[in-house]
């Protein structure tokens, strides 16, 4: 009786033992495998709209999800460090596939704007999608906001952005929109209204490798507005720019140069604009 | 005939179905904390998530009591001694048809109320948008109802050609993939993306579209999703589509059943 247990038990152990060696390898390789292999092959939109029958919505939400615990997963979130670089291009192409088979779907509209346009700079795909978004969701106010944004800051293209805001304005019934295509002109606004546009942003996002990367964004604008409050205060006592930013600590308009939450260094450009070293990312900021 | 109803539906709850739905329904618990990984859109996955939950549970059903339930008796040679009563095939027929609809029904609305209460948990999370209009959704979800039962007519119309249960089976799942695809596939053919396609292509593809269901016409997701307004067209039409259609189907398979030689 004994020994059938015992016999019994030897045939299962080593099966035990197997199991377990290929369970943590297997696991090991699953978390090392890059983002397209593990999002696995995306078939054409056309075929998931056909093949996915009366799911689209739901496939375009888990494709969506599935960026969300990409993006999230790579962001470490003690530091928000990157640990590794993130395949932006096939993110895109996933929040693309997403977007088209439910184009209500809001997540895909305030990832690209969020991660796409400050992290990876595609201002224009970004736009592209949200522009795309307004002829489905034309009650929401937030889609010409962001384009409006866009336009206005990294475009530069100020009667474009108006037309959005209007539009903003229109659907939201805040006249505070029409106003805000101005305040881009100024010297400083520009960094100003960033500042408010990343504080909004992160407030209404809940997830939290987003937030993180839109709040860390926003505490780097607010040392760059002080820098620049100080470099026009200098502007206006002396008539030139400064030379740079160690000459606006020695004339006591800074108590000292503020640290770039990315790990860089802010400079003073010879056009008077100020940048950092990190180029507004952790990556630029380890080089 | 109500006696066949009562009895068939009967033999639906003996085979314990309702136990495979309760398993399987165990996922919508699950729906609150899914849905709370949106960042900007928790209700409207929730409902995203919930209805097409039901959708699946419900296309389960549809095929596995739709494209069995006929096979079987006559497998099982119930059919003969059945049919030996003063019962006409017909009435058998319809009767086994209504059965499996009004399980579909019942399981629709047990359901249908397990869904709506995740989504309104889920909604205590992060408010949507837009407030539910729980009207859409409830139309959404008959709508659904309606589409599962055309495709029951369906599974039944094969079962009364074929032997075996391959036929009513791959046929009624072809039937539910093709009658999503339809409108698009009809759309692209008339599009000027479509300019290079011959004539013959475009007349074929019109016509499968005519005779095949559009169960596109049953999607109402969009709109119970996100509250966007329903037009009465949307809703009066295809219902009355699925009367006619359906009983297009009905009427078919018991002339086919009636003239069928049972050996």
Known sequence: MMSKTVRKLFLVLPILVGYLAVVFALADYMRSKPFVEKLGYIPSVNTMKAMSADHRETVGALLML???????????????ELEMPI??????????????????????????QAILTWNVGQVALANTFLERGMEYRDWDWQL??????????????YGRAAKYYRRAAELSGNNMFISLAGRYMQRSGSTEMAIVYLGNMARNSRDQAVKKSLLVRQAAFIRVL???????????QHGKLPGSLEELVRAGLLRGIPRDPYGGKFILQSDGSISSTSGFSFSGGKK | ??????????????DRVFHGIVVVALLFLLIPSVSSLSMRQVTELSITLALSLLSLILLLLSISLGATSLWKDIER??????LSLPLSRSS?????????????????????????????????????????????????????????VMLVAYAFLFSTVSTSFFLPIFGTISVFLAGNASQQAYDYVHSPLAKTLSPVVKQAASFFYYLLPNFSAFNLRINAIYGIPL???????????????????????????TRREMK
């Open chain 2, 1 to 14: 005939m109500l006696n066949t109803v009562a009895v068939n539906l009967r033999a639906i709850f003996r």
């Open chain 1, 87 to 112: 395949d932006y291009p096939a993110m895109s192409r996933t929040i693309d596939a997403s977007l088209k088979l439910d184009p209500y779907n809001m997540d895909g509209y305030y990832f690209a």
């Open chain 1, 144 to 157: 010409p906001y962001f384009v409006g944004f866009n336009y206005a800051y990294f475009l530069k293209d």
């Open chain 1, 66 to 80: 599935k960026v969300l615990m990409y993006y999230g997963g790579l962001v470490d979130k003690a530091s928000n």
């Open chain 2, 77 to 82: 040679r119930y059919t003969y001694s059945v």
């Open chain 1, 226 to 236: 002080e820098l620049e409050k100080a470099r026009d205060a200098f502007v206006q």
């Open chain 2, 92 to 148: 058998y027929l319809v009767g086994k048809f209504v059965a499996v609809a009004l399980f579909l029904l019942l399981a629709t609305l047990v359901l249908g109320a397990v869904a709506c209460c995740m989504i309104w948990l889920a909604s205590g999370i992060y408010p949507a948008d837009r407030p539910i209009v729980w009207m859409n959704l409830v139309l959404c979800i008959a709508a659904d109802l309606l589409k599962y």
């Open chain 2, 231 to 257: 037009s009465m067209k949307a809703v009066v039409l295809p219902v009355m589509y699925f009367c006619i259609y359906t009983t297009l189907l009905v009427v078919l398979a018991t002339v086919i059943f």
